[in-house]
């Protein structure tokens, strides 16, 4: 099994910055990619970056250019900085594991919510 706890979500201005993290923990040696993925009020699931264990990354479109994803194989931790956050980006942000950098695996933590006000 393969637990993650995500954390550094919370109440933002527009315009401001946030960074995430997510720590595995467990048989993390069957991870190889981990992502992150949000969730709106009503609204499905998506991706917004992937990374892969050497680096490799993927994000979203509404994403690009505002969002990094990162990772550090010591502790066994990913990032997510994210910039010029805007309203929009109000969601819970889910850590992942076990996929791809584009598609999600079976371990999924409990969730950081990321709130930003116009």
């Known amino acids: 099994q393969v637990q993650l706890v995500e954390s550094g979500g919370g109440l933002v201005q527009a315009g401001g910055s946030l960074r995430l993290a997510c720590v595995a923990s467990?048989?993390?040696?069957?991870?190889?990619?981990m992502a992150w993925y949000r969730q709106a009020p009503g609204k499905q699931r998506e991706l917004v970056a992937g990374?892969?264990?050497?680096?490799?990354?993927n994000y979203a479109d509404s994403v690009k250019g505002r969002f990094t994803i990162s990772r550090d194989n010591a502790k066994n931790t990913v990032y997510l900085q994210i910039d010029s956050l805007k309203p929009e980006d109000t969601a819970v942000y889910y850590c992942?594991?076990?996929?791809?950098?584009?598609?999600?695996?079976?371990?999924w933590g409990q969730g950081t919510l990321v709130t930003v006000s116009s």
């Open positions: 467990g048989i993390i040696f069957r991870i190889n990619s």
């Open positions: 990374i892969s264990r050497s680096g490799s990354t």
């Open positions: 992942n594991a076990g996929g791809s950098i584009s598609i999600p695996g079976g371990y």
